[in-house]
């Protein structure tokens, strides 16, 4: 069953303003984790945050994990049309291997 | 120097007929994976396999066989392909091996149509 649901789906602003995307998650996790994709590309990963972290800072990356409310975000600083893609959240458990669930994607779109 | 590829890009096929894709990392991984990315966006984990051991199956048909001849390669055999079976197929690889917790690297996807 799908783990993570992502809020909004769709989200368009203006360069240069910031992009705030929220992912909310159903079980306990190792890790949780935020991918780009670009249309009819593959995914490239963006931040890992574990469970016992609850913020973390990638350049214009900043990721929130709350644990207790099992929902994390991530804040895009002075966005660029660049950063036109969809965002997805993967929360990871380890079954053996590490497994990522992913969450339905936010559709970002960065207006010149 | 692609970290992870996959052939081919782009599959256009019969329904009921068989289909193989193929992966392969460079990164000296010890964990592979396949992933379905439905028409929605919706990508989910099909197999893992940590150096040729399959150790996540997430109840795919058995239409569906993964090989893994080496630790490098993580093929994707389709049998009897159905309408359902139309999506786009990523394969990934993690550093990370049983310990697991780390990041994956994705291939760029093989678009399967089925008719």
């Known amino acids: 069953s799908q783990q993570g649901e992502e809020d909004p789906q769709a989200l368009s602003i203006q360069e240069g303003e910031n992009a705030t995307m929220n992912c909310s998650y159903k079980?306990?996790?190792?890790?949780l984790q935020w991918y780009r994709q670009n249309s009819g590309r593959g995914l490239v990963h963006l931040i890992l945050i574990r469970s016992n972290e609850r913020e973390k800072h990638s350049g214009r990356l900043r990721v929130t994990l709350d644990t207790s409310k099992k929902s994390s975000s991530l804040l895009i600083t002075a966005s660029r049309a660049a950063d036109t893609a969809s965002y997805f959240c993967?929360?990871?458990?380890?079954?053996?291997?590490?497994?990522?669930?992913f969450g339905q994607g936010t559709r970002l779109t960065i207006n010149p | 120097d692609t970290a992870v590829s996959q052939t081919p890009k782009y599959l256009v096929t019969q329904m009921g007929n068989d289909k193989s894709i193929k992966c392969e990392q460079n990164l000296g991984h010890d964990t592979m994976y396949w992933y379905k990315q439905d028409s929605k966006k919706f990508l989910k984990i099909m197999f893992s396999?940590?150096?040729?051991?399959?150790?996540i199956n997430e109840t795919v048909p058995n239409r569906f066989s993964p090989k893994s001849p080496d630790k490098a390669h993580l093929n994707l055999h389709i049998n009897s392909l159905e309408l359902g079976d139309s999506a786009v197929y990523f394969c990934a690889s993690s550093p990370m091996g049983l310990a697991g917790g780390g990041e994956q690297f994705f291939g760029p996807g093989t678009r399967l149509t089925v008719l």
């Open positions: 396999y940590n150096n040729k051991e399959l150790i």
């Open positions: 079980t306990s996790i190792n890790n």
């Open positions: 993967a929360t990871g458990t380890i079954q053996g291997a590490q497994k990522l669930v």
